[in-house]
């Protein structure tokens, strides 16, 4: 009996420490969504929404070819280097867990490695992201047909994407001195714990400044259970939205004051995250009267400028890059990062079948046991088990929708409206394109 009990215990060790170590790396990706952000809030004045957690899978496959001061600023951006020498197992196990898991929501990654039928790639490079990231490899003609080339990666991001998003690629992106492409694609697709019934939506202001100025949104009630945590120290409420399987949540940080994101947003740390996601410190013994907007954010990002501001600057540059893991015999550089993202919310239905319901009014005095969303709120969705944010983003003004399929994010049903968008869905659509070429 010694013998099975001694296994037993070293294989709970073991898959405590495996979630120890996922966690860890969790907690750098995390790190780095939140720099990122900050580094996008520079520039970007109206709403965000990018996937963090995809952008970090991309750059760890990157992380395989790099050397010398290439490979050190990955590791300092990405934070990697908190996590250890061995965070590309982590992340294998990261990916394991996280994908394909749970059958009351669609969280999926996909990615690949386009590689130019007449360039020689290591074949430890192939090796390694192929074991540790899924990443297969099929070559393609970019030195006489990048055109065809660009299209048929296209083509495979809008598969993966259940045909929603389009275009990854822009013209022009790559050419005949283009020797690699990498895509992620990443989607989800969630159902409410709690769905919003739609009788219930109506019409109300969302202060976009102060007290006066706002527009018209729709918004969604219920009163219900829900998670919510106070902080004084940051001047926030934060509500936590579960969805169905229980294992990822979304997090509304909605400052008290109506002006309040700014210093949110300047205030928030790693530290301050892992307080406003702690379960211990979030009650649940009442009903909260919630009211949430109904939103649409589809952006387009590209990275290059970003990540070399944060630090990530040899990477891009034709001059110093180290990518010797893909060739030795190359001056190789990252030529491009493009990353695409989309999120849906709402209750049930169409967009534009929700727009009616019953009358709510949105009162000035915030209630203890109400959540009013009226006004910038930053919002994130995190997987439980291990911490990792895998969507991060703001909501600061009226989206607009038509944007939304102008930008070839989403397809459309004859009346213009979203074809997956009922039942409390959230849906998120996450894509990164990373392109290597030669300098010659």
Not at 121 to 149: C, H, P, S, W
Not at 154 to 171: A, C, F, Q, R, S
Not at 267 to 273: Q, S, V
Request: proline share 3%; with cysteine.
């Amino acid at each position: 009996m010694k013998v099975p009990t001694l296994m037993i215990l070293s294989l709970v060790a073991l898959a405590t420490a495996q979630l120890q170590n996922m966690k860890k790396l969790g907690t750098a990706n995390n790190e780095f969504a939140l720099n990122l952000y900050s580094k996008i809030n520079e520039d970007e004045k109206g709403n965000i929404f990018f996937g963090p957690l995809s952008i970090s899978t991309a750059l760890a496959m990157v992380h395989l070819a790099a050397g010398g001061n290439t490979s050190s600023q990955i590791e300092k951006v990405m934070r990697f280097e908190s996590v250890g020498a061995n965070f590309k197992e982590i992340f294998q196990d990261l990916n394991t867990r996280l994908y394909n898991r749970n059958n009351n929501y669609t969280l999926t990654s996909a990615n690949r490695l386009f590689g130019d039928q007449q360039f020689s790639i290591r074949d430890q490079f192939l090796t390694d992201a192929d074991n540790f990231y899924n990443a297969g490899m099929e070559l393609v003609d970019f030195k006489n047909a990048a055109e065809n080339a660009r299209v048929h990666i296209n083509d495979w991001v809008k598969n993966h994407t259940e045909g929603k998003i389009m275009d990854l690629m822009p013209k022009g992106s790559i050419d005949a001195s283009t020797i690699l492409v990498l895509a992620n694609a990443l989607y989800f697709k969630g159902k409410w714990t709690m769905p919003f019934d739609p009788t219930d939506t109506a019409s109300s202001m969302f202060y976009t400044s102060g007290n006066d100025v706002g527009t018209k949104m729709d918004f969604m009630y219920q009163k219900a259970e829900f998670p919510l945590l106070e902080n004084a120290g940051l001047n926030v409420k934060v509500l936590e939205l579960p969805y169905d399987g229980d294992d990822l949540s979304m997090f509304i940080v909605l400052p008290n004051e109506r002006t309040g994101l700014t210093a949110l947003e300047n205030a928030i740390t790693i530290d301050a995250l892992e307080t406003l996601t702690d379960p211990t410190n979030f009650t649940t013994s009442e009903d909260i009267k919630v009211w949430l907007p109904k939103f649409e954010i589809a952006q387009s990002f590209d990275l290059v400028s970003t990540l070399s501001a944060m630090g990530m600057k040899d990477l891009f540059s034709s001059r110093d890059a180290d990518l010797s893991g893909i060739h030795s015999g190359a001056n190789l550089y990252m030529s491009a990062l493009h990353h695409k993202a989309f999120v849906t919310i709402n209750e049930e239905g169409t967009e534009a079948a929700a727009a009616t319901g019953g009358g709510i009014s949105l009162t000035s005095v915030q209630d203890p046991k109400e959540f009013k969303a009226d006004h910038p709120f930053m919002f994130f969705i995190r997987e439980k088990s291990t911490g990792s944010i895998v969507f991060l983003g703001r909501v600061k003004e009226q989206p607009v929708t038509s944007a939304v399929f102008k930008s070839g994010f989403y397809t459309q049903d004859d009346n213009n409206t979203a074809m997956v968008n009922k039942y409390g869905v959230f849906m998120s659509l996450i894509c990164v394109f990373v392109a290597f070429a030669i300098w010659k």
